[in-house]
């Protein structure tokens, strides 16, 4: 056999074998509600289409190679699922700002000085609110204790 046929081929088979790991996870994820691997597959197949046999199939990879058009409903299913959970995400988003705002009235009518810059520490570079040297703050100088 010619070199370059052998290297065809272990092309052709690691591309089938992507494609069996990619059709393993997406039915993985599309079933991720379910408690249970067999509810899992159900889900997986009630988002698909597809029997539960094929999924569960797809699922431990018992399928040598993937056809193109179980492929095509499988990625189909991928981006529906992903469209509802960024929908979910923006939602609790929205939810969490309206929240957000409400706390952050409530709060200016208890205590008016609540948000005023003047009470409220600042945020320094690294990140940590408030935070501030306690060399300097002691009125040490700028060489510290030593520590």
Known sequence: MKPEIKSHERETVSR???VRV???SAVRVLGSDG???KEQTYLAARKTGLSARLIERLRYR???RVAADVADIIREAIAAHQARQEALARHEITILTARLQALETRFRTVDEDFHCPDVAPGIE???RVGFVDSALADGDDEQGSGI
């Open 16 to 18: 089938s074998d992507a």
């Open 62 to 64: 018992k399928i040598a």
């Open 125 to 127: 570079p690294a990140g």
């Open 22 to 24: 990619e059709m393993a």
């Open 35 to 37: 408690s249970t691997a």
